[in-house]
């Protein structure tokens, strides 16, 4: 650690002007920094100078220690300008969330979620997120369909590939395995974020027949409906009506993943040299997860994919 002229002079109770006169000298080895900070003197150069004066020889200097920083890169501080300007600066291409401990922390904290509640009789925030992303995948897929009955698509038509670039569904039938890719998002394009946003909104307006309607094992009791759609034992009953796509819970879990997407493509934006945000948690099944993933190098293209 280097030392300035003024510490030097209380360590050794003498005037600066002497500690000046010594480097003017060459009896005390210093570096000039600049003119405005002045000359500063190194351990090493202070302990020379130390052993060869017989005054002072018995002043010994330890080490100081190096104190190791170790940077933290927090969601809250995303925002901040220097820590950005750190990412940049870095071969950091990849940031990665523990979406379990976020999302109940989002909960928590959040006016939305504090009232409810969720696991034990009532769907988890991935079982409802499941729900609502296989709701919203199967309806778009239906209303295509019924469009196409009276406007039979064409190559030339925008939406002619859309079950390619729109949506993509994998869902296994034990209930906790399901989501949906969203392919070439401009991340840092809000126009891009919102479709995304209103596909996850598209059936907070239907009925719950009609919300039924889309779920498994729609031929069978509601009982086990429950099970296989929500993870609720049998036997077991809700405090609320799952069926209702309307109900709180639905409303935190799409406001939940809004703000992750908000939070990625600021992220995107801000750091040129990001490839890989992930918010997930691979060891809970009870994680949501929300990945984006950039597909060129110089443009924000990114492959989305949220399930749970």
């Not at 360590?11 to 000298?25: K, S």
């Not at 002043?59 to 890169?73: L, N, R, T």
């Not at 079982?127 to 296989?134: D, K, Q, S, V, Y």
Request: hydrophobic share 35%; with cysteine; proline share 3%.
């Amino acid at each position: 650690m280097p030392y300035t002229v003024k510490q030097i002079s209380n360590l050794l109770d003498v005037g600066p002007e002497t500690v000046r006169r010594w480097i003017r000298r060459g009896d005390l080895k210093a570096t000039q920094r600049s003119k405005k900070d002045g000359n500063v003197i190194s351990e090493n150069q202070l302990n020379e100078f130390l052993i060869s004066r017989p005054k002072y020889s018995q002043i010994k200097i330890k080490p100081s220690k190096v104190k190791k920083v170790k940077v933290i890169i927090h969601k809250s501080k995303r925002r901040n300008k220097i820590m950005m300007n750190v990412l940049n600066a870095s071969d950091i291409t990849i940031i990665s969330y523990d979406s379990s401990v976020a999302t109940k922390r989002f909960i928590t904290n959040n006016d939305l979620g504090k009232t409810l509640v969720f696991g034990g009789n009532n769907p988890t925030p991935s079982a409802l997120l499941a729900t609502l992303l296989r709701t919203a995948t199967l309806k778009a897929a239906h209303d295509l369909a019924e469009y196409r009955r009276t406007h039979p698509a064409t190559v030339k038509d925008d939406d002619y590939y859309r079950h390619l670039e729109f949506g993509h569904q994998s869902y296994r039938m034990d209930g906790c395995g399901y989501k949906t890719v969203f392919f070439n998002v401009d991340i840092t394009d809000v126009k891009d974020i919102n479709k995304v946003n209103e596909f996850i909104n598209s059936c907070a307006n239907i009925s719950s027949d009609e919300f039924k309607k889309y779920m498994a094992d729609t031929t069978k009791s509601e009982e086990y409906m429950l099970k296989m759609n929500f993870g609720i034992n049998f036997g077991d009953q809700p405090d609320y009506d799952v069926f209702n796509p309307a109900a709180g819970q639905y409303d935190v879990i799409k406001y939940l993943v809004k703000c992750v997407l908000l939070d990625m493509r600021h992220a995107f934006m801000q750091n040129k040299g990001l490839r890989y945000i992930s918010f997930e948690n691979n060891k809970d099944p009870e994680s949501i997860y929300i990945i984006a993933e950039k597909k060129y190098t110089d443009k924000n293209i990114v492959t989305l994919t949220i399930g749970a």
